[in-house]
């Protein structure tokens, strides 16, 4: 068997569900590790810096996960200085103008995780079949309110950090297209999109809230008279119209959320066909979505 050989730049938090999932595949070989502050994850090589690494290292897959405004320049090093394929943590980019150092033809190596596009839920709803989506309303939570100041160094914004997150369920689902409206002011965010669906055109709306005691994450959508209810918290879902229940999705409950998002993300990222949802023209599109009204109201 061929085994993919990895560097992981950044090991923080979300690197650990990487780690976890990359450990689990007997067909990659974790070469290295990089970051100027954080100790070593394990007993492999450990650098402070990306170019010191891959002057020792032939790496397969280049793996980012740092903070979003250091992504294009550690994408653009790799894809200048390697032949390998880059996997960067979403979202690709917050300024759609570093989208410009990226494109060309070795922008078919770098994919992004969009992950909440393989969550078990939303490939279980993207598979039904009653017709066009005629409305989305989604709700993502999270309980930074209690990491203060830390929250915005961490993670920019609610916009910045779930709005990409929301589009990301909307790209596998329906087509976006606009971001009609943005509002936010400090902890919570409002938005509306306007996708299309088949024939159909409609409007999503969005709230992103940092103000709750736990976190809850979930998407109605509506396909005429039949209503979609998505718990992306819980990883289930159902489907009605009127009381009559249609069908109905459930999880072992024994696979962690980002386990179950990242397993099927890396099956594809490393099959010889990845799904489009990583590859360059979906992260461009939905960089641009999501900066296109990322200034405060």
């Known amino acids: 068997m061929e085994r993919t050989r990895v560097g992981l730049v950044g090991v923080g938090t979300i690197a650990r569900t990487h780690l976890a999932v990359l450990a689990e595949r007997s067909d990659v070989d974790l070469l290295f590790t990089v970051d100027p502050v954080a100790t070593a994850p394990g007993p492999r090589p450990h650098y402070p810096d990306l170019p010191t690494a891959l002057a020792s290292h032939r790496p397969d897959l280049v793996v980012i996960a740092t903070p979003a405004d250091s992504h294009a320049d550690l994408a653009a090093l790799v894809l200048a200085d390697t032949d390998a394929r880059v996997l960067v943590e979403k979202p690709l980019v917050l300024d759609p103008a570093s989208l410009d150092r990226l494109r060309g033809p070795d ?54 950090d779930s709005g990409i997150n929301q589009l990301t369920v909307l790209a596998r689902l329906v087509e976006p297209v606009a971001v009609t409206s943005l509002a936010q ?75 179950a998002h990242y397993r099927p993300l890396y099956d594809s990222l490393l099959s010889a066909t990845p799904d489009p949802v990583l590859g360059f023209d ?16």
Request: aromatic letters at 12%.
């Open 107 to 160: 922008s078919s190596r770098l994919f992004t995780a969009h992950h909440f596009a393989f969550s078990p839920e939303v490939r279980w709803a993207a598979s039904l079949s009653f017709g066009p989506v005629t409305a989305v309303t989604s709700a993502f939570c999270d309980p930074y309110v209690l990491k203060g100041e830390q929250a915005f160094t961490s993670y920019v914004s609610p916009w910045a």
């Open 185 to 259: 002011e400090g902890l919570h965010a409002w938005a509306t999109v306007a996708y299309r669906s088949g024939d159909t055109s409609g409007e999503a709306r969005l709230r992103v809230d940092w103000r709750t005691g736990a976190s809850s994450k979930s998407t109605a959508l509506s396909c005429g008279e039949v209503e979609i209810r998505l718990d992306h918290t819980a990883m289930t879902g159902f489907a009605f119209r009127g009381g009559d229940l249609l069908a109905s999705f459930g999880t072992d409950g024994r696979t962690p959320r980002k386990i």
């Open 282 to 297: 979906v992260a461009a599109a939905l960089t641009g979505l999501h900066a296109s009204a990322r200034t405060p109201s």
